[in-house]
């Protein structure tokens, strides 16, 4: 039962930012694996940030160095934190528990939240 809300989404130019929000409930959110995925139109979903509880961090390739995966457990809260936004950064963007031993998800899905970088 457990249920994830994703916000903080829009439309940005490329180069902008974006922080996302990823509100968990009805879950014991600090012992998860949490993380970040996106799907684009057309292309499978895709890990884009996992960070373990204890605060290990994973990336994947395209946007290492440019977006950065934290939480606040008080508040049961997991945010990405976008830079240097690229076109090719469109996407709809998720949040899940994850499986650590293979960056797999463990939950349901949520809305998503849409991101859009475009001049």
């Known amino acids: 039962q457990v249920q994830f809300v994703e916000s903080g989404g829009g439309l940005v130019q490329p180069g902008g930012s974006l922080r996302l929000s990823c509100a968990a409930s009805?879950?014991?959110?600090?012992?998860?694996?949490m993380g970040w995925y996106r799907q684009a139109p057309g292309k499978q979903r895709e890990l884009v940030a996992a960070q373990a509880s204890g605060g290990r961090t994973h990336y994947g390739d395209s946007v290492k160095g440019r977006f950065t995966i934290s939480r606040d457990n008080a508040k049961n809260t997991l945010y990405l934190q976008m830079n240097s936004l690229k076109p090719e950064d469109t996407a709809v963007y998720y949040c899940?528990?994850?499986?650590?031993?293979?960056?797999?998800?463990?939950?349901?899905w949520g809305q998503g939240t849409q991101v859009t970088v475009s001049s």
């Open positions: 899940n528990t994850i499986r650590i031993a293979t960056m797999t998800p463990l939950g349901s």
């Open positions: 009805g879950t014991m959110f600090s012992i998860y694996a």
